[in-house]
């Protein structure tokens, strides 16, 4: 593991879906144990990658529990609890706190659009829901508002506030106050080489084994980022997770296709998928 508490590879991990959709508690934990072998620190649980929107409160509690029960010794488990409703964020929080989790991923409220002193107000409750570090989370594209570099080394004041996954690659910069994540995997180098915690990654469910070199040999670093990036344009061809999903099928790893309103990839973005595994050895040509 890096010297950041957490960990420098923290694969977002999918959520498994059998034929039915209902959730693959069985694949699930495989999956869990096979990114960890792979060279992941730790695995964001029930996050955008997971399908939170989704999930019923039921099934994302459980899979908090059962990442907690059964993660492998040493590595991390973060729980994706946020909301745009302060009293739900906070019970999620809680909840997750009390099953085991080593920090919470928090989004920025979405569709309400708090002004500032509702921002502070909404971490600060979530803040006191938990002992665990808040990991914020800046998604704009899914959020509709972003959250500023100038915003976030505020909201760093707030006690446990502790990082932030960094998914607008304009504001990649070091944060006052904040441990940053790469929250996008094309800039998953760029934020090691700017002293950033690491990553919080999708291509890690597949490349582990690359990106865990990218930690551990800098000097090789910018040579492994541009052999990934043909599958980093793979997995973003359309919305995620279905990308991922599609690989991970494609590799022998059983996690069923999106819930609605995702849908599986077509033969279009199949075929990409496939061109940048095969183009790594991760497939027969």
């Not at 609890?81 to 989790?101: D, H, I, P, V, Y």
């Not at 506030?161 to 960094?166: A, C, G, I, L, T």
């Not at 973005?269 to 790594?280: D, F, H, I, K, M």
Request: proline fraction near 6%; charged fraction near 20%; include cysteine.
């Amino acid at each position: 593991m890096s010297d950041t508490a957490l960990g420098a590879i923290l694969t977002a991990m999918v959520t498994p879906f059998g034929a039915d959709a209902s959730v693959d508690e069985s694949a699930f934990t495989a999956l869990h144990h096979h990114v960890v072998e792979q060279g992941s620190d730790g695995v964001v649980v029930c996050a955008t990658t997971g399908e939170s929107p989704t999930l019923s409160n039921e099934e994302h509690l459980r899979l908090i529990e059962l990442a907690c029960a059964e993660r492998p010794p040493g590595s991390t488990v973060i729980a994706s609890t946020g909301s745009n409703n302060t009293r739900q964020a906070c019970a999620m929080t809680e909840r997750a706190t009390e099953l085991g989790a080593d920090a919470v991923l928090s989004v920025n409220p979405y569709y309400n659009r708090p002004n500032r002193r509702g921002l502070i107000r909404h971490y600060s409750e979530i803040s006191r829901a938990t002992d665990r570090p808040v990991v914020l989370y800046n998604v704009p594209k899914r959020t509709g508002y972003d959250l500023t570099n100038e915003m976030l080394a505020e909201l760093a004041q707030i006690e446990r506030v502790d990082y932030v996954k960094q998914a607008n690659n304009a504001n990649l910069a070091p944060v006052d106050g904040l441990g940053v994540y790469a929250g996008n995997d094309d800039v998953f180098a760029a934020t090691l080489d700017m002293g950033g915690c690491g990553g919080i990654l999708v291509a890690s469910h597949l490349v582990g084994p690359w990106m865990r070199r990218m930690v551990e040999e800098p000097a090789r670093r910018g040579e492994l980022d541009e052999e990934l990036r043909p599958l980093y344009a793979a997995l973003a061809a359309t919305t995620n997770p279905i990308p991922v999903k599609a690989a991970l099928n494609l590799l022998g790893h059983p996690v069923g296709r999106p819930r609605l309103p995702l849908v599986e990839a077509d033969a279009e973005e199949t075929a990409q998928v496939r061109t940048a595994l095969t183009g790594l050895g991760l497939l027969d040509g």
